[in-house]
């Protein structure tokens, strides 16, 4: 395993639904000890605390929840994200699934510098594919996919490079996808692997075809994964609860067959809300699959006690 060069940073956004909590998980992640997790592994580790958004002018819209602020917020951790690139591996410690809209532009954005192709690999429950005009609860957290790969306008947002190809992304673990999401994903090239799939046939297989797509292209990999993945009943802390998730040693497979691509560019580890947390079991649990994502073998995992 070649010692990489990690760059924590904490996006406490918590304005991406109504429920609140997230703005708590970056230092739940410190707390558990993410830091020296990778220090352990032979990872150098430099923390630059928590971003913080532009100004921006809270007024109300009749529809989406705290529009002005998530859009600064995107804002901040584009640029947030792109700066951390010429440091090393960016890790962010959120917050709501919105600030993936930030950090995989900001990915995009030092892709293209680099004349290489971007892959995303969405760990969560949802798609997050909604529009502003598509999404019913206004929860803006519902949206970074659909604005990333430009599927309608999203004015203030930054403007996109390009959008994010459908064939560049990879949905693994759905199981809560609303009926215009499953719609408009039906017509895209975006692999979807839902739980039923991984139940009949396994979690490794289509991962590893799209791991390879992404090595033979010559591509950067950006991981997004949300607590939701997991099943709530390893994973408690998270607002947006769907039983029947990835188990734990699914999770780690997962986290240990990216490590083994020797892919991944980026990471984000979000939706992480302590306040529905039982004795940081979840927080703890997320370091361990960043972890094994960075090179932690089966032998290697500490025994928790709770």
């Known amino acids: 395993m070649t010692p990489r060069h ?46 913080t958004p532009g100004p921006f002018t809270d007024t109300p819209h009749p529809k989406l929840h705290r529009l002005s602020e998530t859009i600064a917020w995107t804002h901040a951790l584009a640029n947030a994200t792109e700066a951390a690139f010429t440091e090393g591996l960016p890790i962010t410690m959120g917050g709501d699934h919105a600030l993936a809209a930030g950090t995989v532009l900001g990915a995009m954005r030092h892709a293209a510098k680099q004349d290489r192709p971007l892959f995303v690999l969405w760990l969560d429950a949802h798609s997050d594919f909604h529009t502003l005009e598509s999404t019913d609860s206004g929860n803006l957290h519902g949206t970074p996919m659909g604005y990333l790969t430009g599927r309608s306008d999203f004015p203030d947002w930054p403007a996109l490079p390009a959008p994010l190809p459908y064939e560049n992304i990879a949905m693994i673990g759905l ?23 991984i139940d009949e046939s396994g979690i490794a297989r289509p991962l590893a075809v799209f791991l390879e797509r992404v090595a033979e292209a010559g591509g950067m990999l950006h991981v997004s994964l949300d607590v939701d993945f997991l099943d709530p009943a390893a994973a408690p802390a998270v607002g947006t609860t769907v039983p029947g998730g990835a188990t734990v040693r699914e999770g780690h497979l997962v986290m240990e067959m990216v490590n083994d691509s020797g892919l991944m560019t980026s990471l ?3 939706e992480l809300n302590p306040f529905l947390d039982e004795r940081g079991r979840t927080a703890r649990l997320m370091v361990d699959l960043a972890a094994s994502a960075l090179g932690r073998n089966v032998f290697d995992r500490p025994t928790r006690a709770y």
């Open 6 to 51: 990690c760059i924590l940073q904490g996006a406490p956004l918590d304005c991406g639904k109504i429920r609140r909590g997230c703005v708590m998980g970056p230092d739940a992640y410190r707390t558990a000890g993410l830091a020296e997790a990778l220090n352990s592994l032979g990872h150098t580790v430099t923390d630059i605390g928590n971003i």
């Open 268 to 270: 984000d580890l979000v």
């Open 175 to 197: 199981r809560s996808v609303d009926p215009a999401e499953r719609e408009a994903l039906q017509d895209t090239a975006i692999t979807r692997v839902d739980m039923r799939e």
